[in-house]
């Protein structure tokens, strides 16, 4: 707290205007009562799910991924005789095995036909049925409607605020490569040099209080900018009074050379569940559903660039104590003739907005009512839904 000179301009820079800055790991965290936690991450760029999750044992698999494709003797790891998992996310292993981590297949939210990863990521964060249907995040939305959350509140760890938390309800904003501890004289000049700016006041306040609580989670101040680096900086915040944190992780775009290109992700993404478990501990991972989701899916065909473009349906990756996994859940659409859509793509089979709105529900009582008219308005959920026996 003592080694830090807080400027206005680095105030600025770190706490208030960054939202325009690109991002690696944004995290968000929001506190209430109760045991349960729920965590979403964002994978930006439209993962393969095709890759993650390969479908070697459909008979068309192979011959629309002829350098793509594996199968269990090349290095594919055999998960129910029918799928198998990317070798590069080897390290989820034990928590399928553990029943800790599913995979749903064929997903994807309303938004057809453009494949924009913008639009795509706006009706994923968003929620909505149509792009810039809804101002706000879903899961910033969610924090009104979550019982028994009078004490609720959001924080931004990194350098912007995502859609997904973006909304009404408040959010403390923290960044990676922030270092705010003003000495207490600094501070108090700072106090009263915005007291008449009301917008300058309220980013001072979530600042610190975001600086606050990550100092405690991170004692020894050594904060990093690697995945591992945020994931357990989430794990530590979600063991004191954070119920809800969100992150995300980049470079799924891989319409070049996806071979070499898809492994990066991958890892990262792999060592990002592991390390939150690892951070948590076994009594509070007990208690945790990790959501992991992409804004649509990539061709089932590979293109000629060893790669793959835009496509719809997708995989979402469930993780945590609290679900009931090893298991591939959703309905396979299978990839025979005409049975793609637009001749091209997974065909879609579920809502992914279906499978995020059954996690608030089982999560945090959210009600069926609240979930499809002010969560995801125009969602069709009910205690039914598949996904709530995940």
Request: aromatic residues 8%; glycine residues 10%.
């Amino acid at each position: 707290m003592t080694e830090f000179t807080l400027s206005r301009r680095g105030f600025l820079t770190s706490a208030c205007c960054l939202a325009a800055a690109p991002i690696f790991t944004p995290v968000t965290f929001a506190a209430m009562p109760g045991d349960k936690r729920f965590v979403t991450i964002v994978l930006r760029g439209a993962m393969d799910g095709l890759d993650l999750v390969q479908p070697y044992g459909d008979a068309g698999f192979a011959a629309l991924r002829p350098t793509l494709s594996l199968t269990p003797d090349k290095g594919l790891i055999d998960l129910d005789g029918h799928f198998g998992l990317n070798p590069a996310a080897a390290d989820l292993m034990p928590l399928w095995k553990a029943k800790e981590l599913a995979f749903v297949h064929a997903v994807s939210t309303p938004y057809r036909d453009q494949r924009s990863h913008f639009d795509g990521q706006d009706m994923l964060e968003s929620g909505g049925e149509h792009v810039a249907e809804e101002k706000t995040g879903w899961l910033n939305r969610a924090l009104a409607v979550i019982p028994r959350s009078d004490a609720r509140k959001a924080i931004d760890v990194n350098t912007s605020t995502e859609l997904i938390l973006t909304g009404p309800n408040n959010v403390d904003v923290w960044a990676s490569d922030s270092n705010l501890g003003p000495a207490k004289d600094e501070m108090q000049f700072l106090m009263r040099l915005y007291a008449g700016d009301p917008a300058f006041a309220k980013a001072m306040d979530e600042a610190m209080r975001a600086n606050s609580a990550s100092m405690m989670a991170e004692p020894s101040g050594q904060r990093g900018e690697k995945i591992t680096d945020v994931a357990a900086l989430a794990g530590n915040m979600l063991k004191g009074d954070y119920r809800i944190a969100s992150f995300s992780i980049t470079g799924w775009d891989t319409h070049v050379g996806q071979l070499a290109q898809f492994k990066r992700p991958v890892q990262d993404l792999a060592q990002a569940i592991t390390t939150l478990k690892a951070t948590m501990g076994a009594d509070l991972w007990s208690k945790t559903v990790v959501l992991a989701m992409t804004e649509f899916g990539r061709t089932v065909r590979e293109n000629g660039s060893g790669g793959t473009d835009h496509g719809t349906g997708g995989c979402a990756v469930l993780a945590g104590g609290a679900i009931d996994g090893g298991r591939i859940l959703g309905r396979w659409p299978g990839l025979a003739d005409g049975a793609l859509l637009d001749d091209r793509d997974l065909m879609p089979t579920a809502d992914v907005r279906e499978l995020a709105a059954a996690m608030l529900y089982r999560q945090f009582d959210v009600s069926a009512e609240d979930l499809t008219g002010k969560i995801f308005p125009g969602l069709s959920f009910d205690e039914g839904s598949q996904f709530l026996r995940a």
